[in-house]
Nanobody, 115 residues
C-alpha cells in the first residue's frame, strides 16, 4: 500500500516561514518525480514545485525565490521550505508522487497565512 503523509502546515503571519514534509512509501519514492501542489477554496489545484529523482527542480513563478523544494532519498521524504509567506499562499498543500506507472496523492496539510 502506498502512503504519502504530509506534515508541517499551520497558521503563520505574513512574512513568516513554514517547512512542509512529505513522507512516502519506500518502494516508490526514489523512482518518483515528487511534487507539491496547492488548492485554495474555489480555485483549481496548482503546481507549486517539483523535484525529480536526480534533483532537478521546477517552481511556479509565484513562489520562485521564496520556496525551496528538496528531497532526502535515504529518508524517503520530500520537503518544502516556505519563506516570506504571503496571505495568497493560503491553501491546502498536497504531496504528489508520479512516474510512468503511478500517480499518488497525499491527504494534504493546511497552510494559513494571516495578514
Amino acid at each position: 500500500q502506498v502512503q504519502l503523509v504530509e506534515s508541517g502546515g499551520g497558521l503563520v503571519q505574513a512574512g513568516g516561514s513554514l517547512r512542509l514534509s512529505c513522507a512516502a512509501s519506500a518502494h516508490i519514492f526514489s523512482l518518483s518525480v515528487m511534487g507539491w501542489y496547492r488548492q485554495a477554496p474555489g480555485q483549481q489545484r496548482e503546481l507549486v514545485a517539483s523535484i525529480t529523482s536526480s534533483t532537478v527542480t521546477n517552481y511556479a513563478d509565484s513562489v520562485k525565490g521564496r520556496f525551496t523544494i528538496s528531497r532526502d532519498n535515504a529518508k524517503n521524504t520530500m520537503y518544502l521550505q516556505m519563506n516570506s509567506l504571503k496571505p495568497e499562499d493560503t491553501a491546502v498543500y498536497l504531496c504528489n508522487a508520479e512516474s510512468t506507472w503511478w500517480h499518488y496523492w497525499g491527504q494534504g496539510t493546511q497552510v494559513t497565512v494571516s495578514s
